[in-house]
């Protein structure tokens, strides 16, 4: 764990890496607000952390958004997926197993610019699928990254006290029929797709997360080691 520190770690320090392995979503989610006060009080450093989290779809702050869930309370049942109302940004969208969902927990407050941070972040996603061959980019009018108007990755963020929180979700090799019971983040001029469908082979999700890891590193400009927490 990283000790407490008197002062608010600087941005040249490391930025921890925190693998969380499977969690609910809302345990996950009440870990992160933790986390988020504790880098308020500066006792506790800027820190990616990585997770899979079991079958949910979570309904972000958009508007409109719960109008997205197609499936029954049935079929959720039928698939052993939960829906849960999140105070992040977007639409709907899912989380399940296979698939990376990465939550930034870091200080804003020497550049106070989401925007930026936004793209930053995108930036770590596609240095990372580029590594394995996938060329991603950004879509015009869209949040996440895109092979053509194929999603490969969601992104929906929340700030408090310019502390993130939430952050992205990399499809590696999620089940892709989950996606059927929403219509995911709103996308009506497009589909949803993973690292495993387009690359036609299993993928070491070990591989991806450390691989987020180093990238995330060098995008926000901190190259000191990393250190490992659970």
Same mark, same amino acid.
């Given at each position: ?16 890496? =925190? %693998? ?8 996950? !989610?009440?870990? &992160?607000?933790?986390? $988020?006060? *504790? ?25 409109? =958004? %719960? ?8 079929? !959720?049942?039928? &698939?052993?997926?939960? $829906?849960? *109302? ?26 106070? %610019? ?46 408090r006290s310019w502390i993130t929180y939430h952050g992205f979700a990399l499809n590696v090799s999620p089940d892709m029929s989950h996606f059927s019971g929403i219509v995911p983040c709103g996308i009506t001029d497009g589909t949803v797709t993973s690292m495993q469908a387009e690359l036609g082979k299993t993928i070491d999700l070990g591989a991806v997360k450390a691989c987020l890891a ?17």
């Amino acid at each position: 764990m990283t000790p407490p520190n008197d002062s608010p770690p600087t941005p040249e320090s490391s930025i921890d890496t =925190a %693998d969380w392995g499977r969690t609910e979503y809302k345990d996950a !989610l009440e870990r &992160q607000k933790a986390l $988020v006060d *504790r880098r308020r009080s500066g006792t506790a450093a800027d820190t990616l952390v990585l997770t899979e989290h079991a079958a949910v779809y979570t309904i972000g702050m958009r508007k409109g =958004a %719960d109008q997205h869930l197609i499936w029954n309370e049935a079929q !959720l049942k039928s &698939q052993g997926i939960t $829906v849960v *109302r999140s105070n992040r940004g977007g639409d709907i969208t899912y989380h399940g197993p296979g698939q990376i969902v990465g939550y930034p927990i870091i200080s804003l407050q020497q550049r106070r %610019d989401l925007h930026a941070y936004l793209r930053d972040l995108e930036e770590v996603v596609i240095r990372t699928l580029s590594n394995f061959g996938l060329k991603t980019a950004r879509r015009e009018g869209k949040t996440g990254i895109w092979l053509d108007e194929r999603k490969i990755c969601a992104i929906g963020v929340a700030v408090r006290s310019w502390i993130t929180y939430h952050g992205f979700a990399l499809n590696v090799s999620p089940d892709m029929s989950h996606f059927s019971g929403i219509v995911p983040c709103g996308i009506t001029d497009g589909t949803v797709t993973s690292m495993q469908a387009e690359l036609g082979k299993t993928i070491d999700l070990g591989a991806v997360k450390a691989c987020l890891a180093v990238e995330f590193q060098k995008v926000f400009r901190n190259t000191a080691p990393t250190h490992e927490q659970s």
